[in-house]
């Protein structure tokens, strides 16, 4: 068992896998700052076409898996929006005219933008994050971030290594439910399994900082920390393919700040 899911495999050449993973991230941020910093519905749209264009034809991941990635985050969207919709203040208000009114179901024009917004707008974070992340492993994430970022590589690779060691904790976790059950110390039922909880999470606390000290001993002998320059065994370097998306992207991202200035 795994915390992560397995990471998509490419299954057809796309540009996003040739640029820097700092490339991709830096256009994300801004896709994000612009889709947040109003309110018009009309900007995280533009976004998020922007982005289904990207991972359709850019990307080169499978379609079917970047859906299946996509699919709690979407229902979760549409779960937000389902619920401002049914608590936006402009619902108790008389004077605001009501699209639907049928018994206590009452939906108006501001209730309406706002929740298409805000699930526009988590749209806009999930496809995002995969075009962020999808098209490279988390190795030569770290590399990129050390290279060109400058970020210390002790920060960098140390992250790295924690998300490397995180899918051990299920594995854990199973093990510690087979060494109770059997010591006989396993209680039966579901209420007795909650009351346990507990008591599995900090024998899971004590695995975790066991194995995070092995890994830190062990990064420590291999020279992560000797406080020198160190030299680069995946070096990588920005090109014209990354200029040409970051002027894409801030193109984009200007296009949908300026459709939020229009008039309605």
């Known amino acids: 068992m795994s915390l992560l899911p397995p990471p998509l495999e490419p299954v057809r050449p796309g540009l996003l896998r040739t640029v820097a993973p700092v490339t991709r991230l830096t256009v994300a941020a801004v896709w994000l700052l612009v889709a947040f910093a109003g309110i018009d519905p009309r900007v995280p749209a533009i976004l998020l076409v922007a982005a289904v264009a990207s991972l359709v034809f850019l990307s080169g991941l499978p379609l079917a898996g970047s859906l299946r990635r996509l699919a709690p985050l979407v229902l979760a969207a ?67 971030l050390a290279q060109q970022w400058r970020v210390p590589d002790r920060f960098a690779y140390g992250t790295l290594a924690a ?22 110390i396993a209680r039966r039922g579901p209420a007795a399994r909650v009351r346990d909880v507990g008591a599995r999470l900090l024998a899971l606390l004590v695995s ?38 970051l002027v894409t992207g801030f193109a984009v991202a200007a296009v949908a700040a300026a459709a939020g200035t229009l008039p309605a």
């Open 163 to 184: 998300l490397r060691i995180a899918p051990f904790l299920a594995a854990d976790w199973a093990t510690g439910s087979a060494v109770r059950r059997l010591r006989g």
């Open 78 to 144: 549409g779960g937000i929006a389902l619920l401002t919709l049914l608590v936006h203040p402009s619902r108790a208000d008389p004077s605001v005219p009501a699209l639907i009114d049928v018994g206590p179901l009452r939906i108006t024009g501001p209730a309406l933008a706002a929740a298409l917004a805000l699930a526009l707008r988590l749209a806009v974070i999930a496809v995002s994050s995969l075009l962020v992340f999808g098209p490279s492993d988390t190795t030569t994430f770290a590399d990129s």
């Open 208 to 245: 975790a900082v066991r194995r995070g000290e092995r890994m830190a001993l062990a990064m420590d002998a291999r020279g992560f920390d000797a406080g020198r320059r160190r030299s680069r065994f995946r070096p990588i370097r920005l090109g014209v393919r990354d200029l040409v998306v």
